[in-house]
């Protein structure tokens, strides 16, 4: 069982910057890949990103990469969404979750979801 508990979201200006962190419990979270998604109001849940149990491998939406960055510390079990140059698009509650896989950006294929963070960019 993995528990997974984000935070970091907030009302940001575009162009500006965010940091989302999802700590997780349980003495498994280093076996597991990790991914975010998003949920704008209206719209389904979409993939962000996704990082390997190691952190040796990243993926990312096309719509987010070069802007978003995420990253693991599996010492403080972690895992981090570095979000620059936000636009008003990205505006949506972003979620953290854990799978056995690779770091899929299919949804099924993730056991563990968090509750949630709101992120809000104002143009």
């Known amino acids: 069982q993995v528990q997974l508990v984000e935070s970091g979201g907030g009302l940001v200006q575009a162009g500006g910057s965010l940091r989302l962190s999802c700590a997780a419990s349980?003495?498994?979270?280093?076996?597991?890949?990790m991914g975010w998604f998003r949920q704008a109001p209206g719209k389904e849940r979409e993939f962000v990103a996704a990082i390997s149990w190691s952190g040796g491998s990243t993926y990312y939406a096309d719509s987010v990469k070069g802007r978003f960055t995420i990253s693991r510390d599996n010492a403080k079990n972690t895992v981090y969404l570095q979000m620059n140059s936000l636009k008003p698009e990205d505006t949506a509650v972003y979620y953290c979750?854990?799978?056995?896989?690779?770091?899929?950006?299919?949804?099924?294929?993730?056991?563990?979801w968090g509750q949630g963070t709101q992120v809000t960019v104002s143009s």
């Open positions: 349980g003495r498994t979270f280093s076996s597991y890949a």
């Open positions: 979750a854990a799978e056995k896989t690779y770091g899929s950006p299919q949804r099924y294929e993730y056991d563990y």
